[in-house]
């Protein structure tokens, strides 16, 4: 077996039954602190030190704890304010503050702020739609052999269309000679993360799991539900484990455990989504997720940092080290231009997000297209809802719907599957949806994914989940190795995005080397973070052209969608790529296809590549994600790939020789945190110190505290600062002086071979081999002549050109500002020693920061 991180799971595993002890919030009488603690530091102690009373461990979570403050003051942040006081204190030199203090060794912390939580929504409360008679059933004798076979006496079994359709023959979910098999759920568990259970259903008593069990919105052990509109767990839950009895219907996986976690019937803070999401992570093996942020086509949010950590801690540790697996609704919102990219729980690598369709295989008004639905099963719509288990005693539903009743089909499968192969991984689980998947016989964007020969559609995923090819997958599947991962650097564009039908392309080439040095073999998720400045969101679209010319509709234009902030630090998700080998040009093509008064600016974007490894036995595990992971992109990693290009067929220049970049990322090692602790070191364990990044190769100085020498003979100033950092300093001017005297040259050669470059000509094309060839004869998609390369570089040239603006030294800067600087590329052209300035200016040119960032304070610390 080749499941890593088996051994320190099977510890976890023997603790399990320890952490099983939440703490029990009431958020109505005090305030709490989630802090991420310095591996060794005692919470006791770092509770008795700052008048905090430590309340228990957070959830799974290795080194996280709770705090609280026996007050509930909601503009006051205990933490942030005791480590301003520090801040000062240090600014000042006073006595003694330079010593080590306790908040040092706070590496992340969050007051819980349930005033700050976006709405999360259940995805099954939709419009009613027609209900209709079917006509008389044809196969209905074929149905009740198969009840007598199964010894299924269950009342409203012959209305579970979903489970054996006598009317339209085809469509369900083919599990019934999965069962013939005995294969109905027997050891496996899933866990209904919604507003409750009722476990004294007499339809789902039998198979309550209590001990996976809490209510997070109550504090108590049952879930209950207890809200008079608390009836969608239970709902979703009888689809999946309904018992076979004589009571309502079955479940798909009618012998399985069923557990549950209520969140949905009060706000709660992110701490306690995070617990939940990993809430007896050793039994609970499938986590059934019906709901997210409102499917209003306006709404735009990712769960908070904490619980992304959980999804992530829950894949690495949960089920053993195989991985927890999270189900997901894909959302209703498709009649109101909403898309599952736009929400990200279901655009996380992590979630398997699951999409309808309805007894007659077409697709219903609500279920979202989206790039990053892998499957979709069935649900309401053509007449007729799911039927299920309803709140009661031997109480039963028969409009259970949206695609919150598609998710728990698929968790149902799944608990097929982990009885017959519970070796599956999390990445197994979602290779085998991929490949068994059918393809739905109807009109929609199919293309094919050659990789893997299955045609994929926005609309439907991969196709319809089929029980029985699932679970024969599974039977004798070999696991895949680990997962491996590349991140791009970040590509500066900063161009203005035309209205209309053209769009504004940027590519960027990955190379074989890059991947075997990221020890990737091939991909499954893809990931685009992006910053697109937009003074009407709606109006965007996103498309992302892989190597082999399959292309992902990232985002889509929505129509309701006013917001006046673009795309901030967004990441998208893309499972059309699944199986590809990702080696070559990667093109993302940003449009703005409303003409109005509404423009904007395509900043940057990254690319990150999720896949198989080559070679398991290297491979690393992914740290937790950090705040700000994405905040690194205001410095530029590597010079000579953060590019743009306009929509022409062009591409960046060639990342090889600059090993560096491959350095930091990530891969294989945990880079390890700096020597002294300090006081804003907040979570920068595991993020180069900035320096390092820049266009010189300054060995990476870590942040000292020594104090500094000069570097220079003394006619040089030292700036007040390290020996690295002067270093650092003298080095960038001596390379942007050298730059932009071998560029006042290329600028003189070239500028007569430029008339052919007007703006006016840019016309929307994909960007294509082809095209490239044309302009290029001899350099193929990989390998780039001189005579190419300068070529690209005169149209990028351009591209950075204001508007309108010829003047030399503008084109002179914003090339230069390509090479290294931080500086804005709109800046006054004339200011060329900006680009050293606002290098040097700590914490200058990133208004991305927020306020609070940790970063802008390190900047004034010593
Ligand atoms: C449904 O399951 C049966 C086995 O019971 C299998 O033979 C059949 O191929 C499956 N149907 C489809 C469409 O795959
Ligand atoms: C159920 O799971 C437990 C632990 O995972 C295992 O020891 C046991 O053999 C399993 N039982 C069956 C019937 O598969
Ligand atoms: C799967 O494995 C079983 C034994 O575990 C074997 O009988 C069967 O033939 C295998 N099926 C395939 C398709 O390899």
Redesign the pocket.
Known sequence: MRVHGWLPSALLLCLAGHSLAVYKPDYDAHDYYAVHLRSGQQPEHVAQQLDLHYEGPLGELEDHYMFRRSTTEHAYDHIKSEKEALRLRRRRREAGAEEAHILDHMLWTQKQDLAKRFKLEKRGVIPAWPRQDMPVPALVQEGLQIAKEMSISDPIFQEQWHLYNHVQP?HDI?V???W?QGVTGKNSTVCIVDDGLDMDSDDLKANYFREGSWDFNDQVQDPKPRLSDDHHGTRCAGEVCAARNDVCGVGVAYDGKISACRILSRVISDADEAIAMNYAYQQNQIYSCSWGPPDDGQSMEQPGLLIRRAMVNGIQKGRAGRGSIYVFAIGNGAANDDNCNFDGYTNSIYSVSVGGIDRKGLHPYYSEKCSAQLVVTYSSGSGDAIHTTDVGKDKCYSNHGGTSAAGPLVAGIYALMLEVNPDLTWRDIQWLTVLTA?KIDQESDWMPNKAIGKDFSHQFGYGKA?A??LVEGARNWTNVKPQAWYYSPWMHVKHAIPQGDQGLASSFEVTADMLKQANLERLEHVTITMNVEHTRRGDLSVELKSPSGMVSHIATHRRNDEWEGGYVDWTFMSVAHWGEPGIGTWTVIVKDTNVNDHEGKFTDWRLRLWGESIDASIQGVLPLPKEGDDDAHDIITNPDVTTTSVAVPTETGKPDGNPEDHQHRPVNSKPTSTSSPSLDEDEKEGKEPTTTSTPTATPSPSPSTKPSSALLPHIFPTFGVTRSTQAWIYGSITLIILFLLGLGTYWFVQRRKRSWLRREDYTFEMVDHEGAADEEPGAGAGTANGKGRRKRAARLYDAFAPAGSDDEEGDAFHVGSDTGSESDGEEDSGEKKGLVGARIGEGKGSDRYRDDDPRREGADVP
């Open positions: 085809g083919n019934t000679g999965v013939a059918l089929d029985w090819a």
